[in-house]
């Protein structure tokens, strides 16, 4: 099946830094999604991409769809301690949507 | 905020029981699937459906069945838990049509088999 490699497994930051994490493809995905996932809850959509190319920001999260359509990043600007989670990426084949790992991000307040 | 419901939130039961876990989502999405997450671990596909009566068999084997009777409803049951099955199970829907994938997550079920 369609694999995603997603890095870093974890992270700690300070907090008030910028965060980057990424995913990686060696298969096409027509879409892109980032999410976060809380302890003990589902995981909650944070950004959709569906362009290559697509740079989209919400809050204080922007997200890009490579070029290449394999490869994606996201990056949390001014981290704070509610940041801490799990971060999915997700890429769209067919019907069916395959996760990343996850990056866990922990923030020393 | 998702409309997509799992009960129970966490279950504890013995070996060899039979057991169903439930997902309803009031969205009128077509789309639901069920995932299987082991804690700080990725999400695996075990099943999704496309619509009323349409199930499929996801990434990742599982001993689990589902059915969609129902569109709002898409039920998984383990005929005979064993604690291999202890694992975090989440559901999801999506809408129908290629631009509309976004996937809205339920709570999840915490499952424990002793």
């Known amino acids: 099946g369609q694999q995603l490699n997603q890095s870093p497994q974890s992270m700690f930051i300070q907090e008030g830094e910028d965060v980057s994490m990424n995913c990686t493809s060696s298969?096409?995905?027509?879409?892109w999604l980032w999410y976060k996932q809380d302890p003990g809850e589902g995981p909650v959509l944070l950004i959709a991409l569906y362009k290559a190319g697509e740079l989209t920001s919400n809050g204080r999260l922007t997200a890009q769809f490579g070029i290449t359509r394999k490869d994606s990043f996201l990056n949390i600007s001014a981290s704070i301690p509610s940041d801490v989670g799990i971060y999915f990426c997700a890429g769209q084949y067919g019907n069916k949507l395959v996760f990343g790992a996850g990056t866990i991000l922990r923030v020393k307040s | 905020e998702a409309d997509i419901y799992q009960t129970p939130r966490y279950l504890v039961i013995g070996t060899g029981k039979k057991i169903t876990l439930e997902c309803s989502q009031t969205?009128?999405?077509?789309?639901m699937y069920w995932y299987q997450q082991d804690p700080g671990m990725e999400l695996h596909l075990i099943h999704y459906s496309y619509g009323v009566n349409s199930t499929e068999k996801g990434d990742l084997s599982s001993e689990s069945t589902v059915s969609r009777i129902r569109t709002e409803h898409f039920p998984l049951t383990l005929e005979s838990a064993r604690p291999s099955h202890t694992s975090q199970y989440l559901c999801?829907?999506?809408?129908?049509?290629?631009?509309?994938?976004?996937?809205?997550f339920g709570q999840g079920t915490r499952l424990t088999v002793v």
């Open positions: 999801a829907s999506s809408a129908t049509g290629e631009a509309v994938t976004e996937a809205f």
């Open positions: 298969s096409i995905f027509n879409t």
């Open positions: 969205m009128g999405h077509d789309k």
